[in-house]
């Protein structure tokens, strides 16, 4: 059912099943292109940026990371996952010693975490 509103959605669900089997190149091939891809929803757009962040920092490309950190940050402000990608944008600036960076986006962190009720931190994994 190629032109089906579920397509994304499936999509997306071999994507994380091919993180599952240990594929991770294609698993970051695949969410890159639902991200790309005009026709993903907006669930599968934040959740593929959010599995491309993850993927970066599993492999330890910090810039990667972060700029899909601050992808997430940006074109999903309320998402369920914006501590995480504070906290990932912060250690990308880390890793890549930008200490102004890090500061910033830990410090931003801390905030969010501060003036939240729940104080518990998402994981994303």
Request: proline share 2%; aromatic share 10%.
């Amino acid at each position: 059912f190629p032109q089906s509103t579920y397509r994304d959605d499936a999509r997306h669900h071999l994507a994380e099943s091919q993180i599952q089997a240990g594929k991770f190149d294609e698993a970051e091939a695949a969410f890159k292109e639902l991200l790309a891809d005009a026709a993903s929803d907006a669930f599968v757009r934040e959740a593929s940026l959010v599995n491309l962040m993850e993927l970066a920092a599993r492999k330890q490309d910090w810039k990667g990371s972060g700029q899909y950190a601050a992808l997430l940050l940006d074109q999903f402000p309320d998402s369920g996952k914006k501590r995480t990608a504070q906290y990932r944008k912060g250690e990308a600036a880390l890793r890549t010693d930008d200490f102004r960076g890090a500061q910033d986006s830990l410090s931003q962190l801390r905030t969010t975490l501060r003036g939240s009720p729940d104080s518990a931190f998402e994981w994303s994994e």
